[in-house]
């Protein structure tokens, strides 16, 4: 099956710092999602984004929609150790009219105090 | 609360035997979804259910099978015929594109 192509796998950074991340398709998605996986637990929804060019922000999380609707991208600002965990991307509403999502391949974080 | 319960947390099985994994949710969602995750990777898709009474293959639907009598319940059982069962496994439910997942059952097959 399909999986998005995100990037960096992986980010180890000083507690204050930004963090940026993306995802990138060949496919265009209707709907772009943001969800945060701490270890052995289920991945928790951040942002929703439902069209392109779109910016939503959710506390310090900036999420957008990129205009071309094949990429999205999401930034942390002045990290702290409580960021710690994978973050992953899903695009929804490439085909037909199910409500499927297709999961990025996730970026880990981590936060050094 | 409203939530998605999946039961238990842990389980151990040991090779050649079905086990079925508990999914429950009071969100009145018509969506599930059942994904499996192994250490490192992404979601992978096994089944989804868009209304009660039907469901669908994902991408990884060999040695696992799936029921939808209740709208609130979506069952999986991991077969005999799963060739490589031990992993983690993420069930979920959606009114749209947004989904909700529970809390995950690890799965370990000896």
């Known amino acids: 099956g399909q999986q998005l192509n995100q990037s960096p796998q992986s980010m180890f950074i000083q507690e204050g710092e930004d963090v940026s991340m993306n995802c990138t398709s060949s496919?265009?998605?209707?709907?772009w999602l943001w969800y945060k996986q701490d270890p052995g637990e289920g991945p928790v929804l951040l942002i929703a984004?439902?069209?392109?060019?779109e910016l939503t922000s959710n506390g310090r999380l900036t999420a957008q929609f990129g205009i071309t609707r094949k990429d999205s991208f999401l930034n942390i600002s002045a990290s702290i150790p409580s960021d710690v965990g994978i973050y992953f991307c899903?695009?929804?509403?490439?085909?037909?009219?199910?409500?499927?999502?297709?999961f990025g391949t996730g970026t880990l974080l981590a936060v050094q105090p | 609360d409203g939530g998605i319960t999946q039961s238990p947390k842990y389980l151990f099985r040991k090779e050649g035997q079905n086990v079925t994994l508990s999914c429950e949710q009071n969100?009145?969602?018509?969506?599930m979804y059942w994904y499996r995750q192994d250490p490192g990777q992404g979601l992978r898709l096994i089944y989804y259910?868009?209304?009660?009474?039907?469901?669908q293959k994902g991408d990884i639907a060999e040695g696992y099978s799936v029921s939808r009598e209740k709208k609130e319940s979506f069952p999986l059982t991991v077969t005999s015929a799963q060739k490589n069962p031990t992993a983690f496994y993420l069930c979920?439910?959606?009114?749209?594109?947004?989904?909700?997942f529970g809390p995950g059952t690890r799965l370990t097959v000896t």
């Open positions: 979920a439910s959606s009114p749209g594109y947004e989904q909700y």
């Open positions: 496919s265009i998605f209707n709907t």
């Open positions: 984004l439902y069209k392109a060019g």
């Open positions: 899903a695009g929804g509403g490439d085909s037909g009219a199910t409500n499927k999502l297709i």
């Open positions: 969100l009145n969602h018509d969506a």
């Open positions: 259910s868009q209304i009660v009474n039907d469901f």
